[in-house]
């Protein structure tokens, strides 16, 4: 299903971007219509069962609206429009169709003339490439929207858009920690709150010419969300010095879990293995003497990601493993938990591990503990996943091993980063 937020305060024409949406969609859809401290006209509220109106008392702001809206909402996917917007056509089959994860879509800009609805067609090209100013502030990019080369690129990464519409999916909007209004205030800088965020966690933001939406671009005098957006400025440039430091934290241009692998040398230890993926990697570009491969292969105690999983898949996963590694003579696999296996190995008697376990805080924390007392001075304590998603909490706890510990870890160039560091 596709969960449909429309933040709306005295909005004019929120009932007919309710009627276009329900006539436009093609799949599965729940519209969640938000008000701000306002009640709509009882001959404009949309009885269909797939809409709900929910009611602020007071005005709380965009982002709180926002908010609102996508706590209770159902779906699978997740679409926020502003209330005078018209869509294409199968405008969602085409969003989802196109998804993948850590994509935040944003379907190719129109101008709606909102008296007439209908689409603006006064010569100006349709807007798919804003760039931000030098106060991050997105501007249309006339030679890039006017680029024939660019036009071809049906789906296209880009670095700014308005955000009057988006489309992720709705577990993506939690592990970003959208939209956080206690720090950017009510109002302002949404799309890059958005937009840097996504960068943050590896992921990206496209534009999705394959659809469209029109927007009413509103002027000064027509604006009903007037809250004040100092806020938002201010903390833009607290969250951009933090931003770029993240940036910057040891990434390896172009440096892969791969070439990672061609690291590791002598005896190490991979923790999870789940299907020996990497395991082979190890095996293919390193140079291990012994490669131990463990994995109990079970449900740890309150692990969601395992018990997701279930124990059959967990047991297909043990048979594909030991497929998988069989023709490496180097590599045994144990089926043990971390914590069980880590006590038959000697202090200081490996020459890397690599931890790629539970990524509950509490799992990763013990693993980093306790295997980097396993490795010499001079070998490698890595792991994966340095990014935050749901039901994970690896960056927290590297984070706070190698503050507590005075350790800069480097990480590889990739949307789902190992990190890594050589033990003193």
């Not at 519209?31 to 709900?52: F, M, T």
């Not at 008392?57 to 018209?86: F, Q, S, W």
């Not at 939209?179 to 709150?193: T, Y």
């Not at 965020?197 to 990206?204: D, L």
Request: one cysteine or more; charged letters at 30%; a positive charge.
């Amino acid at each position: 299903m596709l969960s449909i937020v429309i933040p709306a305060r005295d909005e004019l024409y929120l009932s007919h971007t309710i009627k276009d949406i329900l006539a436009k969609a093609e799949t599965d859809i729940e519209v969640i219509a938000v008000l701000d401290g306002y009640w709509e006209k009882s001959e404009n509220v949309i009885h269909d069962p797939r809409v709900k109106y929910l009611h602020n008392g007071t005005p709380l702001g965009m982002r709180e609206t926002i908010n609102r809206g996508v706590a209770i909402a159902t779906g699978k996917y997740l679409l926020k429009c502003d209330a005078h917007v018209m869509f294409a056509e199968g405008f969602d089959k085409v969003l989802i169709e196109n998804h993948k994860n850590g994509r935040i879509q944003i379907p190719t800009r129109k101008r709606l003339d909102p008296v007439k609805w209908e689409v603006i067609n006064d010569g100006r090209l349709d807007i798919n490439y804003l760039t931000l100013d030098e106060n991050y502030k997105g501007v249309l990019n006339g030679n890039m929207n006017k680029d024939p080369k660019l036009a071809e690129k049906k789906i296209d990464r880009i670095e700014a858009f308005q955000g009057s519409c988006w489309f992720m999916k709705r577990g993506n909007y939690f592990n970003l920690g959208l939209l956080d209004a206690e720090n950017w205030g009510p109002m302002g800088h949404e799309a890059q709150e958005i937009y840097f965020k996504s960068i943050m966690r590896n992921g990206h933001v496209v534009r999705n010419k394959l659809t469209w939406y029109a927007h009413w671009h509103k002027n000064k005098e027509e604006l009903t969300f007037k809250s004040d957006r100092s806020k938002s400025r201010e903390y833009m440039k607290v969250f951009l010095d933090e931003f770029y430091k993240r940036r910057d934290k040891g990434v390896k241009k172009s440096f892969k879990r791969k070439d990672l692998a061609k690291m590791f040398k002598g005896v190490g230890v991979e923790i999870g293995v789940r299907t020996g993926a990497y395991s082979e990697i190890i095996c293919q570009n390193g140079e291990p003497t012994r490669l131990y491969s463990i994995d109990p292969y079970a449900l740890p105690y309150r692990d969601k990601r395992s018990r997701t999983i279930g124990k059959e898949r967990q047991e297909a996963f043990y048979q594909g493993a030991i497929e998988k590694l069989k023709p490496y003579k180097c590599c045994k696999i144990v089926r043990k938990e971390s914590m069980v296996a880590v006590a038959d190995f000697d202090y200081e008697s490996l020459d890397f591990v690599y931890i790629d376990g539970s990524h509950a805080f509490d799992y990763v924390m013990c693993d980093i503990i306790e295997w980097a007392k396993r490795v010499k001075p001079g070998g490698i304590v890595a792991g994966h996943d340095y990014y935050k998603f749901r039901d994970a909490e690896v960056v927290t706890a590297v984070d706070t091993y190698c503050k507590v510990h005075g350790i800069k870890i480097q990480l590889t160039d990739e949307r789902t980063p190992s990190w890594w560091f050589v033990k003193k």
